[in-house]
């Protein structure tokens, strides 16, 4: 690798997407679950979870770099001036990365996400591709509540998932809510099945895939242990009804692989 390619601030980040090799060398290696942990306790996304968080999503979610293409691209073509463009649940920012190569400049960010370190780390990154556009990121509990307003787009990439059932209707009814008219929800989720038996097929694939990202049996168990009670998916037609009732006039699945699914949706 030609190291000269560290001198382009947003180009290296996109390296992560394209040379899984390469993200090591810009990122730490996600190792939390790698050593025997006795006492398992719930998956939380602080300061060892931020450093790592990066490496972490790009091994865990399948075609991650093709998903955040995509979100990009829709965003791109519903983003209007003079509103705003949310990304709730940011974490270090890779997606306001890949929405700020196409979204016109003029056009604001908010961020927001429930943990400091996150935070602080997507800031750094902000910074460090050189980022020029108004943005702005808020430390907010979606389980609680978030202010939405003047909104063209509003990203949801692996987010939903992580607020609790009972909250759910009231966060997208609050989106619903802060989007302009012809205003996007863009949702990606871990999903379940509509049917037992290809669920269990589909983790089986899933679980293979962290196997061929350098997973170990451990590693794989122990996390799966650790989101049990913290990553609570729905299934696609589950998420699809929760967006109509939300006001959603249209709801179309632009991404599909096993147990993730991509969803956007209109209001009108």
């Known amino acids: 690798m030609n190291t000269s390619i560290m001198k382009h601030p947003l180009l290296k980040y996109y390296l992560i997407f394209l040379q899984p090799d390469f993200k090591t060398v810009i990122m730490g290696q996600d190792k939390v679950f790698k050593e025997e942990i006795k006492n398992a306790s719930d998956f939380k996304f602080g300061a060892t979870v931020a450093n790592v968080f990066d490496d972490m999503v790009n091994r865990s979610v399948p075609y991650y770099g093709e998903m955040q293409r995509m979100i990009a691209e829709l965003a791109a073509d519903h983003a209007k001036e ?35 370190q996150m935070l602080e780390k997507c800031d750094t990154k902000l910074k460090e591709a050189g980022f020029t556009r108004k943005y ?34 009231r966060l997208v009814n609050t989106i619903s809510e802060g989007l302009n008219k012809d205003g996007v929800l863009i949702l990606i989720e871990k999903i379940l099945a509509e049917e037992s038996s290809f669920n269990r097929d589909f983790i089986k694939y899933y679980y293979d895939m962290k196997r ?57």
Not at 82 to 104: A, F, H, Q, W
Not at 156 to 166: A, D
């Open 136 to 169: 702005q990121l808020v430390n907010a509990d979606l389980n609680k509540s978030v202010d939405i307003k003047n909104a063209s787009v509003v990203v949801l990439c692996l987010t939903l998932q992580f607020v609790r059932p009972i909250h759910r209707e």
């Open 82 to 116: 003079g509103s705003y463009v949310y990304d709730l649940g940011c974490s270090t920012g890779t997606t306001m990365i890949g929405m700020n190569t196409l979204v016109p400049e003029s056009i604001e960010f908010i961020g927001v996400d429930d943990s400091s």
């Open 212 to 268: 061929r990202h350098h997973y170990s049996e451990m590693e794989i168990s122990q996390k799966r242990e650790a989101l049990e009670n913290v990553l609570i998916p729905y299934k696609l037609s589950e998420n699809n009804l929760l967006l109509r009732e939300s006001g959603f006039a249209h709801v179309e699945v632009f991404f599909k692989w096993y147990n993730f699914a991509g969803l956007i949706a209109i209001k009108k």
